[in-house]
């Protein structure tokens, strides 16, 4: 069975299928906040995602990053570098690009797959 999560009329920030936690692409609502604060905003909502899903952060099998300018990479390392200290041994593989984003204001866009533990143990 298909989890579908913050189900839109376009689209779910998550879908959840046969062990695997799909995330869509993740954005700052605050898009105010330079390219750190938007990269922490996003991670925070990423973490929620997985948690919703019944995994975390030491589980992502991938991650994708887009950035508006990649003059904004040691940026969003600062914050990405933070928030993968404590799962030490288990930084995710990740590409990390540069694209034009779905609204100018947006730094970073953020998607992440991640395994879902077994319900069976």
Same mark, same amino acid.
Request: glycine content about 6%; proline content about 3%; aromatic content about 6%.
């Given at each position: 069975?298909?989890?579908?999560?913050?189900?839109?009329?376009?689209?779910?920030?998550? &879908?959840?299928? $046969?062990?695997?936690?799909?995330?869509?692409?993740?954005?700052?609502?605050?898009? @105010?906040? $330079?390219? @750190?604060?938007?990269?922490?905003?996003?991670?925070?909502?990423?973490?929620?995602?997985?948690?919703? &899903?019944?995994?975390?952060?030491?589980?992502?099998?991938?991650a994708?990053?887009?950035?508006? $300018?990649?003059?904004?990479?040691?940026?969003?390392?600062?914050?990405?570098?933070?928030?993968?200290?404590?799962?030490?041994?288990? &930084?995710?593989?990740? &590409? @990390?690009?540069?694209?034009?984003?779905?609204?100018?204001?947006?730094?970073?866009?953020?998607?992440?797959?991640?395994?879902?533990?077994?319900? $069976?143990?």
């Amino acid at each position: 069975m298909i989890s579908r999560h913050n189900v839109e009329d376009r689209y779910s920030d998550m &879908a959840v299928y $046969n062990g695997v936690a799909y995330l869509a692409g993740q954005v700052a609502s605050d898009m @105010t906040q $330079n390219v @750190t604060e938007q990269t922490r905003e996003v991670l925070g909502m990423i973490d929620a995602l997985l948690s919703a &899903a019944g995994t975390d952060k030491s589980r992502i099998l991938m991650a994708q990053i887009y950035l508006s $300018n990649m003059r904004d990479y040691v940026g969003m390392n600062e914050a990405w570098d933070a928030w993968v200290k404590d799962i030490k041994g288990n &930084a995710p593989p990740r &590409a @990390t690009v540069q694209s034009p984003l779905a609204n100018s204001q947006y730094l970073v866009e953020i998607v992440v797959t991640a395994a879902v533990p077994s319900q $069976n143990g």
